[in-house]
């Protein structure tokens, strides 16, 4: 491609800041606005931006362009995301390179490489303690060759995402050294204190993320004479967002990550980066003021970029995030769908969808403006119960005994449970207790092949091609997490390993299986059959145009209780999406199902007639449907 002329170039940098003005400069007023540097601040915010835009590769500037002409590229529904570790994955950055093709066979699109940024050594919570944002984790590879897989991946049309963790960073950071060595400017950076009164006064409203292994959110470093922020683990300082300077010092690794080629930035713990005495200082409206500045940012020196934005909290909090009243279509492109998530654990455990219907058709609108969902039924986390006593009662549950009962269920302890768990971090204050498990596990596999249990092999397999059709046909882009696919269960091996025992979190993060991979063609076994229909599944949400993210979902309600149903609202007609949380026969009436706009009785997952019986819609244990 020809060079562009700098002054097409500078025309339209121009262009994108006047466009995007109005979202960034009255939210860093409001924030910054009476900060003595702020006429500095502002100078060299705009000086990052022009020399972001300055450095951008051509190819980049080309994508740029082509994704301001197709804007809607994330929600169509060609999308379909593959998250892992790397070296758990593929050794190394240049294995990943060989392992494209299998991925490209899976229907893949879209790449979330877990953290790859420089980590401290030892205990790094799994990468999310980031000690240099410029350089790769010298264990998988080096930038240039992240550049190249980001390279290979554009060509084959495929999108690259990153975790950029801004909440906090290594206390082994350049920024972190230089404070605790004493240097003002820098201690500015992260939230110290001279004494342990205000660190007092903030406890009073906060929550704990790890009570078990790094209680408090705080932490006294009696050489530096600090209390240091800490809502994390001792080793991740929070950075100090009411200072410009973190701003800009952010906004500039953004967007040198964006030139590398990066697609999707995950923004790691977005909710707790704006601290409020007398609060649990999560989801500040600040927050949100950050969030959109920083998309304004991107949209302005890297518009190809989109932000996913990770805020796993209760279903109205979460919703900001992608953009509500006065942020509405200005925030986040993506964030995580914990509702669907939790509510896919919940009404598998009871057999019982009244309560999912009930969260996800109060709590969230049919459709969302430039924002999509990333839906998901595992990630490298733990599945906290966030289900309110609201949302509970209004389905006539009791919320501390329903969330009692699931971590019991999928630990494994309650009597019929068909899952194998480990639980994780439990609060006595709370009472809350999260679990761990790979999805196989939790669904139901491990177990009932230890007991050569034939038919409850069978129910774990239909289990998970219920969660992956569910979070391929509802609306987002589906995140399938390395080896799921595959139905890997839960490995215990970091058990023996002393910087991960501490943390079950480490039994659902396994090696790739490849052998399985290999093993894939001959056979009927779980892992096979949860890989073509995991396969099949990604292939037939590419067919079905309708399930483009931009159209809405409605969720409706079927006369069956274990059955969850929602329509994805097309312009070329409804798709009726049925799920059967139950090992049963369920029974919709095909009245019902023509009322809900159906008007062929066809399956377009399966791409075969629905089955009918007596005026019924039959279907199997586990069943689902995208009837057209
Ligand atoms: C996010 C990550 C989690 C990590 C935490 C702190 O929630 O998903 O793995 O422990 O941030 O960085
Ligand atoms: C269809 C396919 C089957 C696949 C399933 C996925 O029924 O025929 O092979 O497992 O869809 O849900």
Known sequence: MAKATATADDEIFALRLERSAPDIWPMLDALYGRHPAFDAFRANLLKTLKKAWDARPVDLKRL??????????????????????????????RGVLDKLDYLTDLGITYIHFMPCLKPRPGDSDGGYSVMDYRQINPAYGTMAEFEQVTAALRARGMSACIDLVLNHT?????????????????????????????????SETLVEVFPDNAPGNFTHYPDLGKWIWTTFNEHQWDLNWANPQVFLEIVE???????????????????????????????????????????????????????????????????????????????????YHNSLMVQFWGALATRDTRLMGHVLSTHFPETLRNATYATYIRCHDDIGWAVTDEDAAAVGMSGPAHRGFLSEFYEGGFPGSFATGALFQVNEATGDKRISGSFASLAGLEQAQKLGDVAGVEMAVQRMLLGHALIASFGGIPLIYMGDELALPNDYSYLNTPEHVHDSRWIHRPRMDWQAVAQRHDGTSPSAQVFWGTRHILARRRAVAALH?????????????????????????????LFNFTEHWQHISEDWARAQGVSLMHDALSDHPVETHHGAVALPPYARVWMV
Request: proline share 6%; with cysteine; aromatic share 10%.
């Open 549 to 577: 993210a931009g159209n809405g979902t409605r969720v409706v309600f079927p006369d069956a209780g274990g059955v969850f149903a929602f329509q994805r609202l097309a312009p070329t007609g409804v798709v009726l999406c």
């Open 253 to 335: 690794i953004m967007l040198h990550l964006a030139n590398r080629g990066v697609d999707v930035l995950r923004l790691d713990a977005v909710a707790f980066m704006w601290k409020r005495l007398g609060t649990r200082c999560q989801s500040e409206p600040e927050v949100h003021m950050l969030l959109q500045a920083l998309r304004a940012c991107s949209r302005i020196a890297a518009p190809a970029v989109i932000h996913l934005e990770e805020a796993i909290v209760a279903p109205s909090e979460m919703l900001p995030y992608l953009g509500r009243g006065q942020h509405d279509g200005k925030e986040g492109n993506l964030a």
């Open 170 to 202: 290594a206390k082994e950071h350049a920024w972190a050294k230089k404070a605790a060595k004493g240097d003002a400017r820098y201690q500015d950076y992260y939230l110290m204190f001279d004494t342990p009164e205000m660190p007092d006064r903030y």
């Open 64 to 93: 740029d362009l082509k994704r301001d002409l197709e804007p809607d590229w994330f929600q169509r529904p060609d999308m379909a995301g593959y998250v892992f570790y790397i070296d758990r994955f593929a050794g190394n950055l």
